[in-house]
């Protein structure tokens, strides 16, 4: 896979910062090579195989196959870079090492940089978009920026009115505790008379302090946004609501959904958390976490109230977390 690259333009390897990590750097001076900069780790464990005596190619013999290669692309007296196909070799542990090399010029100065693959794979996942590495990520990504853009657009009066506004948790643009509180009254009253299912989702982000001591209040506060637009996006009924209800507890209201429809809902809430990948602003990384989900699904022949429906979901969720997290429980409707 060798790829020449070879262009006075040419700046591929000046997307991250120069060096990049994890590398080493060896100079052209009079024909021989002389290393430049430290040693990385994978190197030092790669030389003590061979002995700090061994000459480069004795320690790295794939570069006896690429140094021709690289020495004519250097004798062409161009700028820019050549790159090697990647190799493997076993370091002093047994452990294996990718590496791949690029014969750099520019202006005249001829270098050899050798990094690991971990490190380029590495930089990789973090340039690119999360979107692009699966379907279902690009619908996470749809449903993270629709609720960015609604976060972030100024409310025309035409559009909210203060009663509108007052039923919305400020953060995350979906419903608040108070009006969940009230459509579950609402939508308990209609069960009762229509005799039919009612089931409530109970989510909380696992250990989301810790989440917050590594990233960041603001950072923690885009990903409560994320996550509250996401619950609101896969929801299909009509009458079905998604609202925040606590710090990072979240909650769906499910008017005419049995047991069996909830759990298929809280499965598929657990999966897409776990492959959302939200942008950290504080970094060029991604932020991610997982969730518990307590599940509670009201018999269409029971008559429990509102207090009564809550409690037993909150003590669902509890259960799933002391179970070990990233899971659901189902919880017994009260009698």
């Not at 900069?37 to 000459?55: F, Q, V």
């Not at 004795?58 to 020495?71: D, G, I, K, M, N």
């Not at 693959?117 to 990520?137: C, D, I, N, P």
């Not at 948790?169 to 009612?198: C, K, V, W, Y």
């Amino acid at each position: 896979m060798r790829n020449p690259e070879v262009g006075a333009d040419d700046n591929r390897l000046a997307d991250s910062a120069y060096p990049p990590p994890d590398s080493v750097i060896f100079e052209s001076v009079d024909g021989e090579l002389r290393q430049s900069t430290a040693s990385p780790a994978w190197l030092d464990r790669i030389k003590a195989c061979t002995g700090s005596e061994a000459s480069l190619t004795e320690y790295l013999p794939y570069l006896e196959s690429f140094l021709p290669e690289a020495r004519s692309f250097w004798d062409e007296g161009g700028d820019g870079q050549l790159v090697s196909d990647f190799w493997t070799q076993t370091d002093a542990s047994g452990d294996k090492v990718h590496l791949l090399a690029y014969a750099l010029a520019l202006k005249g100065q001829q270098s050899l940089l050798i990094r690991s693959v971990e490190g380029l794979y590495l930089e990789s996942e973090r340039a690119q978009s999360y979107a692009h590495t699966s379907v279902k990520r690009l619908k996470l990504a749809a449903l993270w920026q629709r609720g960015l853009e609604k976060m972030t657009a100024e409310p025309k009066a035409s559009d909210v009115t203060s009663g509108q506004l007052q039923k919305k948790d400020a953060l995350t643009g979906i419903s608040n505790r108070q009006h969940f509180d009230e459509m579950l009254e609402s939508a308990l009253r209609s069960a009762n008379e229509q005799n039919e299912p009612l089931s409530i989702l109970f989510l909380g982000i696992d250990q989301f302090q810790r989440f917050n001591d590594q990233y960041g209040r603001v950072s923690g506060d885009i990903y409560l946004r994320a996550v509250g637009q996401l619950i609101e996006g896969v929801l299909s009924q009509p009458r079905d609501l998604a609202a925040r209800v606590g710090g990072d507890q979240f909650a769906t209201l499910l008017p005419g959904s049995d047991g069996t429809e909830a759990v298929r809902l809280a499965h598929t809430l657990l999966g897409m958390i776990r492959e959302l990948r939200v942008p950290n602003p504080m970094s060029r990384g991604l932020m991610n976490a997982t969730m518990s989900i307590g599940v509670l699904s009201r018999p269409s022949n029971s008559h429990q109230t509102a207090e009564q429906l809550l409690a037993a979901a909150e003590s669902a969720l509890r259960e799933a977390k002391r179970s070990g997290r990233d899971r659901l429980a189902i919880g017994d409707p009260p009698i």
